[in-house]
């Protein structure tokens, strides 16, 4: 069977409910959907944290970032930074969660490489949409961190599938960048319930040009995936495209800054959450 074929089958799948999670991602969808009930308390979602090692981890961890804790003052337990945080930045980090544990712990060397390597690119870009939104695209910072999260969400499906389909990471992968991340990443984002705005931003990202200067949720995820200085390892790049993996290969004009000015001012509030999120 063709590749192609094979992403059809897996989307085709994903639209009649028939996705397999890894285990380790059932607990991110459980608290995901707690999180999703109106009637959800603090406390309540506390608790549903506190229970999951990682998570609280990293939301005490990003509480305390540059980006959340403008006063300095640093907290030390899950209720204070649940409050700290909000409803909307607990989603994004719950669903940072899942994506990452998407991918299940492959047994195969080269896809555990993948898999890390596809996180620090993941962490990396969700840093850099939360200050691309504020600073130069005036979108919301947390949707644009959802969005960023999410973004690769079917790349780590696919680490998850190849232990039973290994050709599917096999040899280039030009034909998953090109069509099969679009097809299995669309089914995917439904099946996850991803509000139509970020799902569509995330679908424009996929087949998109940045436009200038950049303005839209879909232009934030663009410009982000070309200033992360680590890359996708499922996509392939010219050498010469590798070597300038973090610069901005077009200055943009804001007011009287730069894209390279905020860049800079904004390179320890970027370093802190990808701290935090890894």
Sequence with gaps: ME?????????????R??????????VGLRIKRALDDPDCSTDQ?????????????????VANSVAYNRSGREITDVRQSVARLGFRTLRSLTMSLLVKQMSGQPSNPAHQVIAQ???EHTAHVAALCNVIARRVTHQDPETAMFAGILHEVAGFYLISRAREIPVLLEGDLADWQGHGESVVGAALLKVLEVPEAVASAIGDMWGGYLAIPPTTLSDTLLLAEDLAPVASPLYWRPPEDNAQLGKPQIEIAL????????????????????????
């Design 45 to 61: 979602a506390a608790k549903l944290i506190q229970a999951e090692p990682l998570l609280a981890a990293r939301v005490v961890a």
């Design 17 to 26: 409910g028939e996705l397999v999670f890894p285990t380790s991602a059932e």
């Design 255 to 278: 007011d009287e800054e730069t894209l390279t000015s905020i860049l800079a001012e904004s390179a320890e509030e970027v370093q802190s959450l990808i701290s935090a999120l890894k």
């Design 3 to 15: 590749r192609s074929e094979l992403y059809q089958r897996i989307a085709d799948e994903a639209d």
């Design 117 to 119: 390597k596809l996180w």
